[in-house]
């Protein structure tokens, strides 16, 4: 890692440690919505400033894979439509891909590896302070894109997932369409050359290899194109945003 690199990702690390511990105490005030977004703007600019739209984050060899990748949020979605897909080897899973697209689409996990695939090892770095190197297999995002060719009203990607954080609030994530055509940001099926485990996603988990874990949304079952995050959950972009973190959460 870069002294560049490292100075920014513990000025960032330190700045959402800053904003998760204190959430509980300024996010419901005024004064604190301000200071919850001004942390975030101080965020992504720096991370634009250090970290080009472009910038690669740091990839590493076979040697350097964690033997155990933890994984990260909920480990089996207590859903009947996720069981069902999971008795049946995911067989008859389908991508549903919506919103403001012109070409709405069902993809299957075939249909995917159809559109390309790309191998990365990676670190994964989790908001609770511990991380894990792994190697993911995938379509990247942006073969999906332009698949489905978005509207010019769209500037976000959510993702919808089958894990229930809490009863009828289904885990949600997005990232904006720069993050989302970035060579790195994958749709995973593969964990270290294997089918990718119920534990860390299975069948289908985002990469967004420059942020935080919280933002690599697992079980994914739906990507909706969107011009604003109104009308979708508690309209902050993502689950635990919606409960005080940071919806750019660069490294």
Aim: hydrophobic share 35%; net charge negative; charged share 25%.
């Amino acid at each position: 890692m870069t002294e560049r690199r490292r100075f920014l990702r513990n000025t960032l690390l330190a700045l959402g440690g800053a904003v998760i511990a204190g959430c509980d105490r300024i996010s419901n005030s005024d004064t604190g919505a301000r200071v919850l977004g001004t942390a975030e703007d101080v965020t992504r600019r720096m991370q634009k400033l250090f970290s080009p739209s472009q910038a690669l984050a740091k990839e590493y060899g076979e040697a350097d894979i964690s033997a155990v990748f933890r994984p990260n949020g909920s480990t089996m979605p207590d859903t009947d439509d996720y069981r069902a897909l999971l008795e049946s080897g995911f067989r008859d899973y389908r991508l549903q891909i919506d919103g403001l697209v012109a070409q709405p689409m069902q993809l299957s996990i075939a249909d995917l590896r159809e559109l390309g695939t790309r191998t990365q090892i990676t670190r994964h770095d989790c908001v609770e302070g511990w991380s894990a190197i792994g190697k993911w297999t995938g379509t990247p995002l942006s073969a999906v894109i332009d698949r489905v060719a978005p509207t010019p009203a769209a500037r976000y990607v959510v993702f919808h997932c089958f894990d229930e954080m809490e009863e009828d609030t289904p885990y949600y994530e997005s990232i904006d369409l720069t993050e989302a055509r970035h060579p790195q940001t994958l749709l995973a099926y593969a964990l270290n050359g294997k089918d990718l485990p119920v534990a860390n996603g299975a069948p289908l988990r985002l990469r967004v290899e420059r942020q935080l874990g919280y933002k690599q949304a697992k079980y994914i079952r739906r990507l909706e194109f969107v011009d604003s995050f109104g009308g979708i959950a508690g309209g902050k972009g993502g689950y635990w945003e919606d409960n005080g973190y940071e919806w750019y959460a660069g490294i």
